[in-house]
């Protein structure tokens, strides 16, 4: 599990195809403890570590992977964002994290909003559902605060200190990022059994239970 909080931005040092999968060397993440089979997010995806060199690790990657998020665009030099997984006992800055991308969306548009920088973001129509306002979503593995939601359009505030610590400065309206939803909306809907449609709304909230009545 990870936080979403970006303990550094490192960058792909060699691909390696392997006809429908991949090996990837990331650096700029030296891990002198590191043990092999870790995980480490990378841009919001969950590698396993299967080798570490002096200022980073090796990592495969799966053909699914590389269909589902944007991996399979990645070249040498493409600049990612990287967490270790949460140590028991850590404070949890972010939001709770899987490192399982559920699909990739697309920068609409950027605007300067005092020092900071609005983003608009689109979701795939499948993943628009889990996206609710003052909720959470992860964006390329940065744990960030939903402010407005438009149909498969969301709005989220990049701070100065994000912009900074993080790859998302780098983003243009058109680059794709791997998006992950709040687990805890994928988990209400199951609960609720809504995972096979339908929609979740203040009566069958309360219905179960989950407000007062």
Not at 18 to 36: C, H, K, M, S, Y
Not at 110 to 122: I, N
Not at 191 to 202: P, S
Request: with cysteine; hydrophobic share 45%; glycine share 14%.
């Amino acid at each position: 599990m990870f936080t979403g909080i970006i303990q550094t931005v490192g960058q792909v040092a060699a691909i390696d195809r392997r006809g429908a999968d991949a090996r990837l060397r990331i650096a700029g993440l030296p891990l002198p403890d590191g043990v092999l089979g870790e995980s480490i997010a990378v841009s919001g995806v969950c590698l396993t570590a299967v080798e570490f060199s002096g200022d980073g690790f090796v990592a495969d990657v799966s053909g699914e992977t590389l269909a589902c998020t944007t991996l399979g665009a990645w070249s040498v030099g493409q600049r990612v964002n990287l967490e270790r997984a949460l140590a028991v006992g850590e404070r949890l800055g972010g939001h709770i994290v899987s490192g399982h991308v559920d699909g990739v969306g697309e920068l609409v548009s950027r605007q300067t909003d005092g020092r900071s920088q609005r983003f608009t973001l689109r979701a795939p129509a499948a993943l628009a559902r889990y996206i609710a306002a003052k909720g959470s979503i992860t964006v390329d593995g940065v744990s960030l605060t939903v402010n407005t939601v438009s149909g498969a359009e969301f709005g989220v505030n990049i701070v100065p200190h994000t912009l900074t610590h993080t790859s998302l400065d780098a983003l243009r309206a058109g680059s794709r990022v791997n998006l992950e939803v709040d687990l805890l909306a994928r988990y209400l809907e199951r609960l609720l059994g809504r995972d096979a449609g339908g929609d979740v709304d203040m009566a069958l909230l309360a219905e179960h239970g989950f407000l007062n009545r």
